[in-house]
């Protein structure tokens, strides 16, 4: 349940709203409402609401969370380029989180990563990964991170991600699936990386190449 995740995560929860049958999250001293018959379906945001709700207080993370003497050796973070669509972010922050990276960072154009939907396609991933708003590329390259960014399509001198060096602090890019990485974040990357694929597919959808890139980012750390 993701109140139970946000408790996990230290995340402050201000209030519970449930329905009179179903059993509060334990573990905060967030004040409790029951709510009548009817109540929870016509101010919750889906069809089949969960019988649970809870206000929780929104956290920002400052990029300072991302410098290197802060996360330890051979850390790795994700660079969003403009990727507006909600559940793609919420399955990148799960992929992210459960490989273990260090951040998520939302460039400009990206979703908000508190939007409601973002929120549950993340299973509350969203509570245990530090995610940073309205920063730059060349922000998170001057931490001293090593930028490669992804392409679905050969860039001069890309790399197979089966061949890439995935070692040392690395910030990955990964831009809409319409347009890809922005022009105006090249002059910041290190190099291009690719997910290459047998199928007659032109491109990977970004949650599931994030996936990927995630697994083999946490391969080359073990």
Known sequence: MLIAEAVRGGWDVLAQYRTADATPVT???????????????????????????????????????????????????????????????????????????????LGSGSVDAFNPKVVRASAGALFHVPVVESVTLAEVKVLGYRVLATSSHEQPGSQSLSDADLSGAVCVVLGSEAHGVDSANASSVDGWIRVDHAGRAESLNVAMAATIISYEMAQARE
């Open 27 to 105: 573990g905060c001293d967030a004040e409790e409402f029951v709510l009548g018959a009817g109540v929870l379906e016509r101010v919750a945001s889906t069809e089949s609401p969960q019988p649970n709700m809870a206000l929780v207080s929104r956290r920002t993370t400052s990029l300072a969370r991302l410098e290197l003497d802060v996360v330890g050796a051979a850390p790795w973070v994700v660079f969003l380029d403009a990727v507006s669509d909600p559940g793609n972010l919420g399955t990148i922050l799960r992929s992210a989180e459960a490989m273990g990276a260090a951040g998520v960072v």
